[in-house]
């Protein structure tokens, strides 16, 4: 089992930055990759950023030049960093550790609100 705590969601003005960290514990050693994804009303959840364990990471087209994914090994922190935010952003955002394609864990979400 691996427990995922994401924090650092707000209420920002656009233009402005965030730091999203998610604290993961328990059976971590497990974990393929890790990943950021958000859900807005109304909207399918999709896919922000992930990093694997070699470090290499993928961000989605949207927000390329605004995002940085990264670990912490030693705290068991990952954290997303956007800047620029724009009011599209707004959403749930939610920190997931995947085994494998079918299956990974999610946290509970943080929400970040992006007022034009």
């Known amino acids: 089992q691996v427990q995922l705590v994401e924090s650092g969601g707000g209420l920002v003005q656009a233009g402005g930055s965030l730091r999203l960290s998610c604290v993961a514990s328990?059976?971590?050693?497990?974990?393929?990759?890790w990943a950021w994804y958000r859900q807005a009303p109304e909207r399918q959840r999709e896919l922000v950023a992930k990093?694997?364990?070699?470090?290499?990471?993928e961000y989605t087209d949207s927000v390329k030049g605004r995002c940085t994914i990264s670990r912490d090994n030693g705290k068991n922190m990952v954290y997303l960093q956007i800047n620029n935010l724009k009011p599209e952003d707004t959403a749930v955002y939610y920190c997931?550790?995947?085994?494998?394609?079918?299956?990974?864990?999610w946290g509970q979400g943080t929400q970040v609100t992006v007022s034009s």
């Open positions: 328990g059976s971590i050693r497990s974990i393929n990759h």
């Open positions: 997931r550790g995947t085994i494998s394609a079918n299956f990974g864990y």
């Open positions: 990093i694997y364990v070699n470090g290499v990471t």
